[in-house]
């Protein structure tokens, strides 16, 4: 079974930056294709990025594109999502999830595609 633990969300004004955190375990991490996705209230949850297990191959949604930054810690089990100029609309919960569909190194867009979740770290914005 794999888990996955969210952490670092928070109130920030905008413009301002946060890291969340997703440690993994129960599967080699190392392996795992993730995605972050978000859930604002009132609205489905959306892609946000994601990292293949290599590590070399990224994608981001058009409105997050230049502002946030995923990254992964092979060593520690953990994937980031570093947000920078965080605006207003970014207020969403924020979730990381893993694809074990494949062992090849993807890119997954679609919920569909992910098969565990973590519990999701609340993001605000605002002044």
């Known amino acids: 079974q794999v888990q996955l633990v969210e952490s670092g969300g928070g109130l920030v004004e905008p413009g301002g930056s946060l890291r969340v955190s997703c440690v993994v375990s129960?599967?080699?991490?190392?392996?795992?294709?993730m995605g972050w996705f978000r859930q604002a209230p009132g609205k489905e949850r959306e892609f946000v990025s994601a990292?293949?297990?290599?590590?070399?191959?990224?994608r981001y949604a058009d409105s997050v594109q230049g502002r946030f930054t995923v990254s992964r810690d092979n060593t520690k089990n953990t994937a980031y999502l570093q947000m920078n100029n965080l605006k207003p609309e970014d207020t969403a919960r924020y979730y990381c999830?893993?694809?074990?569909?494949?062992?090849?190194?993807?890119?997954?867009?679609?919920?569909?595609?992910?098969?565990?979740w973590g519990q999701g770290t609340q993001v605000t914005v605002s002044s």
């Open positions: 999830a893993v694809s074990t569909r494949t062992e090849l190194p993807r890119i997954f867009f679609s919920r569909a595609d992910y098969n565990y």
């Open positions: 129960g599967r080699a991490f190392n392996r795992l294709n």
């Open positions: 990292i293949s297990w290599t590590g070399d191959t990224i």
